[in-house]
C-alpha cells in the first residue's frame, strides 16, 4: 500500500513540475515593433481606409443555407494501376477457423 502512495506522491510532484516549467518556447531577445509600419496602419485606419476585397462591401447579403449540399467530382490519375497484393490469411489466426467448425 505504501508503494502505490509513493508512486502517486512522485507522480504527483512530477506532474506539478511539468506544468509549472511547460514548454518553454524560445523567443529572440531583441523583438521591437516597426513604428513607421505601425503609424501608416494607424492613418490608414483612422481614415476609414483599405480597400474593400470582392465580395466584402457592406450592401452584399449572404445566401440563407437551405440544408445539406451534395458534391460530386471525378479524380483522375495517371499511369498504371497498381497490382493488387495478395493476403495470406492463413497466418492471421482471427481469420483461420478450425477444421469442421461452422461461424
Excluded: Q, Y
Excluded at 12 to 20: D, E, Q, T
Excluded at 50 to 66: C, Q, Y
Aim: hydrophobic share 40%.
Amino acid at each position: 500500500m505504501r508503494r502505490i502512495w509513493k508512486k502517486i506522491a512522485i507522480g504527483s510532484v512530477v506532474s506539478v513540475v511539468a506544468i509549472a516549467g511547460g514548454c518553454g518556447r524560445k523567443l529572440p531577445k531583441n523583438v521591437s515593433p516597426d513604428l513607421e509600419v505601425a503609424k501608416s496602419l494607424r492613418a490608414e485606419l483612422a481614415a476609414g481606409g483599405g480597400e474593400a476585397e470582392s465580395g466584402d462591401s457592406p450592401s452584399a447579403t449572404a445566401a440563407t443555407p437551405t440544408g445539406w449540399a451534395t458534391l460530386s467530382g471525378v479524380f483522375k490519375v495517371t499511369g498504371d494501376r497498381p497490382s493488387a497484393a495478395s493476403l495470406a490469411s492463413t497466418r492471421i489466426r482471427a481469420c483461420v477457423r478450425p477444421a469442421g467448425s461452422r461461424f
